[in-house]
């Protein structure tokens, strides 16, 4: 996806039309551009930009992998001549959606979500592939004039109608397909840049497969963002394709890394994204990029644990999804009586939760002082309302961790345990009050 | 990610700008602890504020980075002059950029802190309403009951900073340059509809008893911010720096108005008065 920083900027001078012409239709890679003053402005906001994602802290921090990905870009625009005001380079965005953004100045926001994903180096070279080619085809800059000439003619209608140029469609389609156009000719010329770097161009289409999957996925969380402004899976397989079929010739020179070395070198990065999935409730991701982990490194008790805690975090939000169902009589919506049975039977003793346990306790075979198996025990124990083990594994997890940057809080979370243990008066757990009032 | 918590934050300032000078309940949002007068100080650590700020031009939405920075930074400067008025002791808090750096599980801690900040839903409830009373006492029970927590990863961040207290500061404003105004002012004469004509902030303010993350007292505030609605506006722009001192006076005397009634107390002396 092609962005301006949040999408503003200006463009009021136009940029030469035969300069335009030749970057959609021949594709020219970072072909001679002359900057206006409106797209100096956008690149400085580019900056800002940057910025403004560090004040929110907003980026996964992990300097190795985020090194790995601008070694891949090196290689993909490798002998392109890029302009100065463009500074190719990947950013690793802490967030779980499969996507990634590209920026006027170079910057490449890259989703942990989409790295988790992916299943090799290949793949993930295809989805920068893509994004180079937006920065190449200066799809920022001539968007954000598009966009901006767009609204303005929005707003002469406003006047005219009385139509907020907010709600005005006729905008938003013209945009839509602006959009779809830019994809479909980034798309086209990954291909391109694939076969120049020496990987296997057909691995594009094989992404664009791995997306449409990915997809599919999505039932009960709102799907990404970008597909809005992307042309359908299907589609873009289609054109892929075809490009593919008139650029045969070129030997495949390099491969990457594969599977096994992919994913060991992600690894940090796939337990986050496990975890921000969990946070988002798409617990169907989290379990894919988990099981992957799991079947590189099965007697890693990281990843024990973490596929213990998508499925023990599944069955609980299942617990509280499921609570609006049982309010709906059953005959009404036979497709939610095999839902519903699972939570009138109690979802703590759902197989998810048993095997969540199979997978702490597996963990802790293999490493008896692994400290976040025991916490993650001491939730499952809590769960359960079983308090007394919940807190002898909690205070384990303290002897274990004393410089866990979670200590305290855990500490807390134990003397509470302790008060409610002591047969004390019943009190609300301060964890239970904060979840009910985040909604979660 | 930019987008949570968006909608409800448009709510508040079109509430603010529309319901301005209409209103005459009070709000009472503040847990009996931090009512009742204490005989040990209370020492508060300010956590950076979160501002976000759209602009609307002939052209579009625009995101003004640099205009947030200043709007962030000239927040945290009126908090820190204001909060100790009304007897707590600022104490820094270790959460720059750079800082976390070094501890990335802090670092995403205090951003997940900062998102259930942002999302939580401060609720009122009507508690009695009589003909002879001047206004609705609206009381949220969740904060006098001391229900409404964050979470208990605010602990750490109290416990480095060596503070009892941690306050939050989030805002949201929309600046509509000039010739929007007009387009918007024409486009709603020809509807009929009521039309955005101006430019507002709302802010909320929370401050958390950093021991369990319980939430001590919580209000939400807000102001035109008609003075940003040149079409250039930004850093070096003609007007920008006065634009700027505004921002904080306005943010000044709404903050001192809030804590007082939330507090029940007056503010003392401003320093060096």
Not at chain 1, 117 to 143: P, Q, T
Not at chain 1, 157 to 170: D, I, K, Q, Y
Not at chain 1, 403 to 421: C, I, N, P, Q, W
Not at chain 2, 182 to 196: M, P
Request: charged share 30%.
């Amino acid at each position: 996806m092609a962005r301006g920083p949040g999408m503003k900027g200006a463009a009021r001078a136009v940029v030469p039309a035969f300069v335009s012409a030749l970057l959609i239709v021949a594709a020219v890679p970072f072909a001679p551009y002359q900057l206006t003053e409106e797209d100096r402005a956008l690149l400085s906001e580019c900056e800002g930009f940057e910025r403004f994602l560090e004040r929110r802290l907003a980026f996964y921090i992990d300097p190795e992998a985020e090194e790995y990905l601008n070694r891949i870009i090196e290689r993909l625009s490798g002998g392109l001549e890029v302009p100065a005001f463009v500074r190719l380079r990947a950013r690793l965005l802490r967030d779980p959606e499969v996507n990634a953004h590209a920026y006027a100045d170079g910057m490449i926001l890259v989703n942990i979500g989409i790295v988790a994903r992916m299943r090799d180096e290949n793949h993930l070279a295809a989805v920068l592939a893509h994004e180079i080619s937006h920065i190449a085809l200066y799809h920022a800059i001539l968007h954000e004039r598009e966009r901006q000439r767009s609204t303005r003619l929005a707003n002469l209608t406003s006047v005219v109608t009385g139509m907020p140029a907010e709600t005005n469609l006729l905008h938003y389609a013209a945009m839509s397909s602006y959009n779809r156009k830019e994809e479909e000719e980034a798309d086209i010329m990954a291909v391109r840049l694939m076969s120049r770097a020496g990987y296997d161009p057909a691995v594009v289409s094989d992404a664009l497969k791995e997306i449409a999957v990915n997809l599919g996925e999505y039932r009960q969380v709102q799907p990404p963002i970008y597909v809005r402004t992307h042309p359908r899976p299907e589609e873009r397989i289609g054109y892929v394709q075809r490009e593919l079929e008139a650029s045969k010739g070129r030997p495949v020179s390099y491969t990457g890394l594969e599977e096994r070395e992919y994913i060991s070198l992600t690894m940090e990065l796939r337990r986050r994204a496990c975890l921000e999935n969990i946070d988002v409730y798409d617990f169907g991701t989290a379990r894919y990029i988990a099981f992957h982990s799991l079947r590189i490194a099965p007697d890693d008790p990281g990843n024990l644990v973490t596929m213990g805690m998508v499925l023990m975090e599944w069955a609980d939000n299942k617990r509280w999804m499921d609570h609006r169902y049982v309010k709906e009589p059953l005959e009404e919506n036979p497709q939610r009586k095999e839902c519903t049975r699972d939570i009138l039977a109690d979802p703590r003793n759902s197989p998810s939760f048993k095997n969540a346990e199979y997978y702490f306790n597996k963990a802790l075979e293999i490493d008896p002082d692994c400290a976040e198996a025991h916490k993650q025990m001491g939730r499952l124990h809590y769960g359960r309302r079983d308090y007394e083990k919940a807190l002898e594994e909690f205070r384990r997890y303290l002897q274990l961790a004393p410089g866990a940057h979670d200590y305290s809080a855990m500490r807390k979370r134990v003397e509470f345990l302790e008060e409610r243990t002591a047969g004390s008066p019943k009190k609300q757990s301060p964890n239970e009050a904060g979840k009910e009032e985040e909604g979660e | 990610m930019m987008n949570a918590g968006k909608i409800p934050w448009l709510f508040v300032v079109v509430s603010l700008i529309v319901g301005a000078g209409c209103s005459s309940t009070t709000t009472k949002r503040t847990h009996p602890d931090l009512l009742a007068p204490r005989e040990t100080v209370r020492k508060i650590a300010l956590m950076p504020p979160r501002i976000y700020i759209e602009r609307v031009t002939m052209k579009g939405m625009a995101d003004p980075y640099d205009i947030i920075a200043d709007l962030e930074d000239a927040a945290l400067e009126t908090a820190r002059k204001i909060v100790p008025r009304f007897g707590f002791v600022l104490v820094p808090a270790r959460t720059s950029y750079e800082d976390l750096l070094r501890d990335t599980q802090a670092m995403y801690d205090l951003a997940d802190i900062q998102d259930r900040v942002s999302r939580l839903d401060l609720e009122v409830y009507q508690v009695r309403t009589t003909s002879m009373e001047a206004g609705v006492e609206l009381v949220d029970e969740r904060i006098t009951e001391g229900k409404l927590r964050i979470g208990l990863e605010v602990i750490p961040f109290a416990e480095e900073a060596g503070a009892d207290l941690l306050c939050f500061l989030q805002g949201y404003g929309v600046i509509l340059t000039g010739k929007k105004k007009a387009v918007n002012l024409a486009s709603g004469v020809l509807s009929g509809a009521a039309a955005e004509t101006g430019s507002g902030f709302g802010y909320r303010c929370l401050i958390v008893d950093g021991s369990d993350g319980k939430v001590l007292t919580a209000f939400t505030g807000g102001f035109s911010l008609n003075y940003f609605g040149c079409d250039e506006c930004g850093r070096g722009q003609p007007g920008y720096d006065e634009a700027l001192k505004r921002f904080k006076r306005d943010l000044e005397e709404d903050l001192i108005e809030k804590l007082s009634r939330n507090l029940e107390r007056e503010p003392g002396p401003a320093p060096g008065s």
